[in-house]
């Protein structure tokens, strides 16, 4: 009498699971005319985080850390701290493109790296400076990231319409001490509480985007 039932469901037919909707692709760039190393700039919150996240992607040269937008004379973490400066804490992303275009690296902009989703701020942290950008470079990476957000939110993937903005503003490198970060202070409780899990994900996400040690 208590196996019966147990038979009876054995008996049905399994229902496939449900699968989750693929992240859309970015349009496609034209490839360059050379082999030189590009750039793309992004902001999505701390740049301890994001910085480390990048340097963990195959095809990237170099991440820097620092501040895109505001003035020279105010690009410092205690005045953009004060969220009166204009600046968002961003990364440099210096990469290789016959490795990774820059569509892929806006793919795991939006997918992995942040919450597109937030305005002025970036769990835990709150403020302009913490905003989600795209610093185009560029006209062709203008209209790129332009044509993927559009793409992004017609498909409803987030519960919320994108925020990110995408703006043309120069680059500040941050000091000294927040460069590497993550590679630096593993350990850190920062770290362990909001950007390992990132880190992860991008590894689980994309494996043939995600890159072992630290570039």
């Not at 942040?114 to 006209?139: C, I, K, M, W």
């Amino acid at each position: 009498l208590i196996l019966a039932p147990l038979v009876a469901l054995a008996a049905l037919p399994l229902l496939p699971a449900r699968a989750m909707p693929a992240f859309p692709e970015p349009p496609a760039l034209p490839a360059p005319a050379d082999a030189r190393p590009q750039v793309a700039v992004f902001a999505g919150g701390c740049f301890w985080g994001m910085e480390g996240l990048f340097e963990h992607v195959q095809g990237v040269v170099s991440v820097t850390a620092g501040y895109a937008g505001g003035s020279a004379a105010t690009a410092n973490y205690p005045t953009v701290g004060t969220e009166t400066t204009g600046h968002a804490e961003s990364v440099r992303i210096t990469y290789d493109p016959r490795r990774i275009s820059y569509g892929q690296l806006l793919k795991i902009f939006f997918s992995v790296a942040h919450d597109p989703t937030q305005l002025n701020r970036q769990t835990p942290d709150e403020g302009p400076s913490y905003r989600s950008a795209v610093f185009a470079q560029n006209p062709a990476q203008r209209q790129m990231a332009s044509a993927y957000i559009a793409t992004l939110n017609r498909a409803h993937l987030f519960a919320r319409p994108i925020a990110t903005r995408i703006e043309s503003a120069p680059f500040y490198p941050a000091e000294g001490y927040h460069q590497h970060f993550m590679q630096k202070n593993p350990r850190h409780p920062y770290i362990l509480a909001w950007d390992v899990a990132k880190l992860a994900k991008l590894k689980a996400t994309y494996p043939q985007w995600y890159r072992e040690g630290w570039k």
